[in-house]
């Protein structure tokens, strides 16, 4: 009898369970596939927060899915994401126009990746430590050991285009006695405060955080661009537009600096299937909240009416183009 009542037990237990089991997974979006790589930036750059933050929202949204993030850069995840190595990816869109046509860093075209939306302007800045007298402008960068960020991301593919408006190109700065490093924001600014490296250049919306941690005891200053070589650039389709870096960005900016911009924006695999995309699309944008408690300066352009910039509409993923037509942010 005892056995009876223990098996009784134990049966409504296992019932009870399954049943809430079964009742948390209908509380969330399917998923094909129990993960999901997505391609971010390095640490310290302004993109691992927000992909942190986009991972915390999916895995809360998706029943069963765990995302990781994977630290890139702009062109290398998207070269990434063509062999499948991610299926997410945070990047440029300048290099996502340059990968889809084989032109910039691709030798070939990608055909395995497809637009979700764009997200922000990112400010490229070029900056020094307030104590170096001897660097105030781009011309005074060619003799001095520059650090240009992560070699796969798109900042150093977008700084060689702005030289190339001043005549500079990495031959000029080897032959005047310059040097070029690469790797992460925080190991880049942690270089410029000891004087390992006199110029740092990274990409904020505005800020760039790393700078934004040591100038609490070495004070930075911002090298302006221009605006006869941002109104060229510019015009030249390469998806690298300008704007001023706004007062008070960092401690002592009294007045705005001119520079060059890009726009940072998600793709995907082209293979993933298209209800998946729709639902990918639809949660980063109807889940705002978070981002705007994490990373408020950057979220606040996070909007449907920018969702587009800088992307042709029929290079989006057809999950994501659907979307954005329910949406009325693209005429069906």
Not at 11 to 24: D, E, H, K, P
Not at 35 to 53: A, C, D, E, H, R
Not at 280 to 297: A, C, D, M, R, S
Request: charged residues 25%.
């Amino acid at each position: 009898m005892r056995k009876t009542f223990i098996f009784g037990l134990i049966s409504i237990l296992l019932v009870a369970l399954t049943a809430c089991n079964a009742s948390g997974d209908e509380g969330g979006l399917k998923a094909p596939d129990k993960f999901l790589k997505v391609g971010t930036g390095p640490m310290g750059s302004g993109w691992y927060p927000i992909t942190t933050t986009l991972s915390e929202v999916y895995m809360d949204e998706f029943s069963g899915l765990n995302v990781s993030q994977v630290e890139g850069g702009s062109t290398a995840n998207l070269k990434s994401l063509q062999v499948g190595d991610i299926q997410y990816g945070i990047h440029y869109t300048s290099d996502y126009a340059d990968a889809l046509k084989g032109e910039g860093s691709f030798d070939e075209k990608l055909d395995q990746v497809a637009g979700i939306g764009s997200l922000y302007p990112v400010y490229q800045t070029i900056a020094t430590l307030a104590e170096n007298d001897d660097i105030n402008s781009v011309e005074d960068i060619v003799d001095k050991h520059i650090f240009l960020g992560p070699k796969g991301g798109g900042g150093p593919v977008a700084f060689w285009r702005m030289m190339e408006e001043y005549g500079i190109d990495e031959e000029t700065i080897e032959t005047a006695g310059g040097k070029i490093s690469y790797g992460n924001y925080n190991d880049g600014a942690s270089m410029l405060k000891d004087g390992n490296v006199d110029v740092f250049v990274g990409g904020g919306a505005p800020q760039v955080t790393a700078l934004q941690e040591i100038e609490m005891t070495k004070p930075i200053k911002v090298l302006p661009i221009d605006e006869d070589k941002l109104k060229s650039i510019s015009e030249k389709g390469l998806g690298i537009s300008s704007d001023n870096l706004p007062t008070g960005t960092y401690k002592g900016l009294d007045e705005e600096i001119p520079t060059y911009t890009l726009v940072a924006m998600f793709s995907v695999r082209s293979d993933l299937e298209e209800d998946y995309v729709y639902n990918l699309t639809k949660v980063f944008w109807e889940n705002q909240k978070p981002f705007e408690e994490q990373i408020p300066q950057r979220a606040e352009n996070f909007t449907l009416e920018t969702a587009l910039d800088g992307i042709d509409p029929e290079t989006l993923h057809p999950g994501a183009k659907k979307y954005y037509q329910e949406k009325g942010v693209i005429e069906e």
